[in-house]
């Protein structure tokens, strides 16, 4: 009998060029969501959060399905990274609704059942919040496509963890890095491992002239705490 890491193993011995979560990989992932406007910065006209946070970055990792050589790599790397991360994992769940399309195609390419969970139980038919099969006690590890300040992935992981499940961590396209994110998974004691993230995305930016390079300090000031504005005045 084989286990589910075996038929990873094999899955995965047949994909194009590998990817390995490496600064390298980072770096290129970054590329990558810039190139398709996925990530998009822009310090000197910020976007309104819907907190009223005016940000210089925006962040639509649904772009990724829609270009096929990027999506490759982001899929790929999913799968390396779980393979890497969670070698235990029996089930992928997404998060509803932007990590559902990334869980089913990475767990396409490991060869592991999926699933997602709703932000709420359903008002019809059997109220399901979980969509699958999800049998108590197996090892998840929950596909998400964005953290920022983590409280919709957190949720979706205790909503696991009630129904039974042992929630290995969290895979994820992007992170911001903020520090309620980070602080927040930690209280709740749930690992995340990201492809890239805001630093190396606002390097990125500066070396392929996205941004200028003084740039840089300014983003990375938001990023330490969004709700000062002096980034704005650097």
């Known amino acids: 009998v084989h286990s589910p890491m075996d038929r990873i193993e094999n899955i995965l011995g047949v994909l194009d060029e590998p990817l390995i979560i490496t600064d390298r990989q980072s770096e290129q992932i970054a590329k990558d969501l810039l190139s398709i406007g996925a990530v998009f910065l822009r310090p000197e006209d910020p976007f309104t959060w819907a907190s009223?946070?005016?940000?210089?970055?925006?962040?639509?990792?649904?772009?990724?399905?829609?270009?096929?050589e990027v999506r490759n790599h982001v899929e790929n790397a999913l799968a390396e990274t779980i393979k890497r991360e969670y070698p235990d994992a029996e089930v992928l769940m997404g998060t509803s609704t932007a990590g559902i399309a990334h869980a089913?195609?990475?767990?396409?390419?490991?060869?592991?059942?999926?699933?997602?969970?709703?932000?709420?139980?359903?008002?019809?038919?059997?109220?399901?919040?979980?969509?699958?099969?999800?049998?108590?006690?197996?090892?998840?590890?929950?596909?998400?496509?964005?953290?920022?300040?983590?409280?919709?992935?957190?949720?979706?992981?205790?909503?696991?963890?009630?129904?039974?499940?042992?929630?290995?961590?969290?895979?994820?396209?992007?992170t911001y890095g903020l520090q309620k994110g980070l602080d927040r998974l930690a209280e709740a004691n749930v690992k995340n491992v990201s492809l890239s993230n805001f630093d190396a995305v606002a390097e990125v930016a500066a070396k392929e002239g996205y941004i200028k390079e003084s740039d840089i300090a300014r983003l990375l000031k938001f990023r330490s705490n969004p709700s000062d504005e002096s980034w704005r005045e650097m």
């Open 52 to 68: 009223g946070i005016k940000s210089p970055i925006y962040c639509d990792n649904r772009l990724t399905l829609t270009s096929v």
């Open 104 to 174: 089913a195609i990475t767990a396409h390419l490991l060869d592991l059942p999926m699933g997602y969970v709703r932000s709420g139980a359903k008002d019809h038919g059997r109220h399901n919040q979980i969509e699958g099969r999800l049998e108590k006690g197996q090892k998840v590890v929950v596909v998400e496509d964005l953290i920022s300040t983590a409280g919709s992935c957190i949720e979706v992981v205790n909503v696991l963890r009630e129904a039974g499940a042992e929630v290995l961590g969290v895979v994820s396209i992007f």
